[in-house]
């Protein structure tokens, strides 16, 4: 091959390439949502932001994982019946359909299995699942809604949660600027959240942020370098399978919107974004970043905002004389 | 004049006075908000969703006058920080700009001076108002929204609480089949509902039960004819004038939409609008309606459900690292 017929396939493999480099980014973009089922996301939309499967009438999935809010309450740890001081962060649910599995320990496999635990959960919503079942059963709009979506009537709980599910697959954020950015427009991004994206790959951050969620997708120890210091007693899967290199190993969390879901970590022990870095920089990579790669990584992770959610807030079917009535101060 | 000339005056005159005998009813249709200046309404709605208007970050306008629940809470009364159990009923905020004067007692003369209440109240949201505005304050996606409604960046309580009521203003809920009705539209009401607003004006509930909101337009006492028995303390505008005449003296609640207002009364001691109306009657008109009488007043009274407000449930701007931070536990 002569010299120039050389440089020419080469550029036309550069060419080529171009493409498949993009696809090795450890970072993939969020996409729209599809194969919605509309009439169950249309049920869980409006069971979601119902606080009459709380015991309480008063909490609903919307008050720990506001959407107003980036799907968090933006407290270090939430609020449950009786103004019960929750035990963990609450986690964002904007693109939670990407997460291997849910709960900071990732007691349930997937988001159906999740919705039926803060139902019950005597320190959350404290509502006895046969009772929430008996509440939406007396509803007459809601069995309306069921009919037309699984053909009868009939409430069970894994409707009920398929429905409250199906709607949170609907909750993804697409759009980023740093999306925009992975799909070609290279004016979507600052030089220096560019820079900051350079240095979250190099310093190994994406080891476990990676994906489309920017994490959710394995599981770590918190304090992999260094021992994360805590009064919070939580212990992650060591809870679920008592092995002791399990304990401080917690799901890793999404970063999409992160920079609307503070407070940071498990125990929401971080408020700012600054210092979330900085911390997991010296946990978990034994790295002390400089102020000005700290402005770096935090610009990056800004651009992780998406397009959230837009929709109407949705109008909840009215109670019957029969529905039974909430108990927010009795035993 | 001949008869036939006679016969053909008076047709005209009736159907030129088909209009006139439309304005006599006791109850006016609801208008669709005109007026507005979006760009505050914007910022109040925000702020009405805003949980960091309250001590906790938790508690917001919506969490007791829900505008998926009718704009209220659906409990005989509300839960305020640290779980208190509030004084009385939450009114709806649904139509509330048509109210004379705001609160049970009227102690709040328009929809500004309710909004700066509920704030600082301890048994509410118990955020001093100086820290309220300090934490607006902070976050910069609400100063470029002052900016952009007042021309400049000022974060006082007075804009706060126009915001809030500009946005308030905006909830109103026209186009009930009542109000079709009441337009022309013959088919919009069942025979029941049209004997049930008959048996509603003949009653005498049209007495304090009228205007656009079917009630908020004046005071009066509750256990007219009757005293009503209830363990709730409150006591009406007694409390603000110490006049013994004013002693259970509350605003006429508006009925607009009250199917999705339960529980009624302002001690929420009444679960259905069967038992209300029986109350009422009891109470008001020394009156005990038939069972079929009552069928047909409420059929009238869930005419009155008209289109909620739609709007997407509204994103809030993020806090900022200097944004000062809520105690939901802490004295």
């Known amino acids: 091959m002569q010299p120039l017929a050389t440089l020419k396939a080469l550029a036309a493999a550069v060419a080529l390439s171009a493409p498949l ?70 986690p964002t649910v904007l693109n939670a359909r990407y997460n291997v599995a ?3 320990d990732g007691r349930a496999g997937d988001l159906q299995e999740q919705a039926a635990g803060p139902i019950a959960n005597p320190k959350e919503m404290a509502m006895p699942h046969d009772l929430a079942l008996e509440v939406i059963a007396s509803i007459p709009g809601y069995l309306e809604a069921f009919a037309a979506a699984y053909g009868d009537e009939a409430v069970t709980l894994e409707r009920v949660t ?48 990676n994906g489309p969620a920017v994490g959710g ?11 994360y210091e805590t009064d919070n007693p939580a212990q992650g899967r ?19 919107n992160v920079e609307l879901t503070y407070p940071y970590f498990h125990d929401g022990g971080a408020e700012t974004l600054d210092e979330a870095v900085r911390v997991m920089g010296r946990l978990q990579l034994g790295r002390e970043f400089s102020d000005s790669e700290v ?34 101060y009795g035993p």
């Open 102 to 104: 849910q709960f900071w």
């Open 217 to 227: 997708g394995m599981f770590q120890k918190m304090g992999l370098v260094r021992p």
């Open 162 to 209: 398929e429905t409250i599910a199906e709607f949170e697959r609907t909750l993804v954020t697409p759009g980023a600027p740093f999306d925009r950015w992975l799909q070609g427009d290279e004016a979507a991004l600052s030089d220096d959240e560019k820079a900051g994206y350079a240095l979250f790959k190099d310093s190994g951050c994406t080891a476990c942020h």
């Open 238 to 256: 060591y809870a679920l399978t008592g092995k002791e290199s399990d304990r401080m190993v917690f799901k890793v969390p999404t970063l999409r």
């Open 21 to 90: 480099a993009q696809a090795v980014e450890p970072i993939a973009p969020i996409e729209p949502p599809t194969g919605v089922n509309s009439a169950k996301a249309a049920i869980g939309k409006q069971l979601f932001f119902d606080p009459r499967l709380s015991k309480s009438g008063f909490l609903s999935c919307n008050s720990c994982h506001n959407l107003s809010m980036g799907g968090s309450d933006n407290l270090p740890s939430s609020i449950g019946h009786g103004w019960q001081q929750g035990p963990i962060n609450s």
């Open 295 to 328: 402005a770096q990584l935090v610009a990056f992770l800004k651009s992780l905002t998406g397009e959230l959610p837009q929709f109407a807030l949705p109008v909840l079917p009215p109670s019957a004389p029969d529905t039974p009535r909430p108990n927010p």
